[in-house]
């Protein structure tokens, strides 16, 4: 079983994504890790991340070591990875990788569970099952907010907001593999729930699925 679950920044589908791997038995892939490697690795060379061409042999040789390493969830790397993601040559380099993940699940594990922006277009446009996670900015700010706080940082709501509005507007207006629902995905508007109703409703989703 193949789950592809896509949407814009701060809208709980990795909590959902990961939540609903653990459930059913299936490897999970962070798909936006792999952008957020890259990013991290040109930040740390102190290149451009809109370099095409060292962001493409950032993607080629990626460090896989990076993908644990604490950086990798900061707000920085967030948008370097939101950058090199619109390098066409970057994502052609990182579909390999995604596209085997979802082919052949580690041993044991009955299937996986994929998020990212372009799972459902462009990685796995055969998935059985589709979800687009979305939720107002406001609140997606909000959640990110507390999360960065949580963790002991200083920042403001507003500038959380205006951040994820760009990396949104970069995400969906690029023309390689933008972040879109796809045609056939379940829409999950988050903005109301909290993350016990949406996995309930996620759970619902899958389990309607697997009795077809
Ligand atoms: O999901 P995330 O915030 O960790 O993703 C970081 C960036 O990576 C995001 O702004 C866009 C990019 N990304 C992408 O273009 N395609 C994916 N499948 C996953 C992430």
New binding site residues.
């Given amino acids: 079983m193949i789950i592809a679950i ?1 949407g814009p ?2 809208s709980g ?2 909590t959902l994504a990961r939540k609903l791997a653990e459930k059913f038995n299936l490897a999970y892939l ?7 490697a890259v ?1 991290l690795t040109l930040l740390r060379q102190k290149a451009d991340p809109k370099d095409p061409n060292a962001a493409l042999a950032a993607a080629r040789n990626l460090d896989h070591r990076l993908l644990n390493d604490p950086d990798l969830r900061k707000e920085d790397t ?1 948008r370097a ?2 950058i090199v ?2 390098i066409p040559d970057v ?1 052609t380099a990182l579909l390999a990788f ?1 596209r085997d993940f979802a082919a052949k699940p580690p041993q044991g594990m009955a299937g996986v569970v994929l ?5 459902g277009t462009v ?1 796995c446009p055969d998935a059985d099952i589709k979800l687009f996670i979305s939720a107002s900015d406001e609140v997606r700010a909000r959640r990110r907010t507390k999360e960065l706080q949580d963790k002991g940082l200083n920042v403001a709501k507003e500038s959380v907001l205006a951040d994820l509005q760009d ?1 949104d507007k ?2 969906s207006a ?1 023309s390689d ?1 933008p ?1 879109k629902a796809a045609d056939d995905a379940h829409l999950l508007d988050t903005t109301e729930l909290d993350i016990e109703t949406a996995f309930a409703r996620a759970c619902a989703i899958v389990e309607q699925h697997a009795a077809r």
């Fill in positions: 896509d920044a701060a589908k990795g962070d798909t936006g890790s792999l952008y957020r990013g967030g990875a939101s993601a619109a994502r995604q998020d990212g922006r372009d799972i990685i990396r970069r995400d690029r593999a972040l």
